[in-house]
């Protein structure tokens, strides 16, 4: 169910791109209860002049690496789920591909369960009661 | 006031990208209240690699021609329209440009009324009471 | 803490495009009170048969020229806010690049605080009491 939306500068191998998506996906399955195989990642390569961003607010010293990680997913996490999610992206961004943990931003947008279908023209997980 | 955002892998056609984008619209127009010329959409054609996502994720068989529906649009649709609006898209891509229903795939993004300007910068609905 | 993403079709100057972002973002610190330097965007440039839009929808005459902005931001900006943000975007950018006002449609993607890491993986905004 989350669907990842990953956009950065051009020029990062196809391999490092392979390995933020599964990066991320692992630190998902890991920290907030997502199934493993349900993994679904679209990655957008931008001219580095159309991908503009502060180099250092919130005294972060962001560099031409940063990805930014957009991520849509079911309503109900908790803060604390949210905080070790956070973490657990950068620690394992840092380790495949190797990205600074200052360059990595993520945002999370919710929705409720209602909302996704995964095929078929089916309503894939039953509304909250 | 749906924006639609479709992301796929390169290699459609240009006519089976605009019957895409057409067969969503009939779909929000029949089943979820759309106005027919409340139309805008944008595709993101991404390179194969950079389209990730699970063959068989909750045992629908995907291909490589999986297509990815985001669609902001207003809260407030109840749970039957959802249903009826998945069908429909799943029925009407499937008609034109004949995708496998199990090529579809459709995540909603809702917000309140107040959150769209359609030109002019003026606030486009009356905010909800 | 927000994040612009701007959708257009191809044809546009990198210089019109950097003004394009420059201008939402002195929108936003002028009427949203976002700090001059939380400024993250993202353009995303398609081929115009890819940017799909209804030319007069809501009795507006949009043209080929038209900028989709969308801005996911934390949620509590008031109704008054959303008004004067809208305004003061299609006036800035009908001065730089020179931007119908026609032609810039605008959505907001509101999310609440605990859902940012700029970096480090760190949650970036302590959550709403």
Same mark, same amino acid.
């Given at each position: ?72 997913? =079911? ?31 993520? =945002? ?6 209602? =909302?996704?279908?995964?095929? =078929? ?9």
């Amino acid at each position: 169910m989350p669907f990842v939306r990953i956009t950065l500068a051009h020029g990062r191998s196809l391999e490092d791109r392979r390995a933020m998506a599964e990066s991320v996906q692992q630190a998902l399955v890991e920290t907030a209860g997502v199934p493993a195989n349900d993994f679904f990642c679209a990655i957008h390569e931008l001219p580095p002049e159309d991908f503009r961003f502060d180099p250092s607010y919130l005294g972060i010293a962001r560099s031409k690496e940063l990805v930014f990680v957009q991520i849509v997913l =079911n309503a109900g996490r908790t803060v604390d789920v949210k905080l070790a999610l956070y973490a657990r992206i950068a620690e394992k961004v840092g380790q495949r591909p190797g990205l600074r943990h200052e360059d990595v931003m993520i =945002n999370l947008i919710e929705v409720p369960r209602e =909302n996704w279908s995964f095929g =078929n023209g089916l309503m894939s997980y039953s509304p909250a009661p």
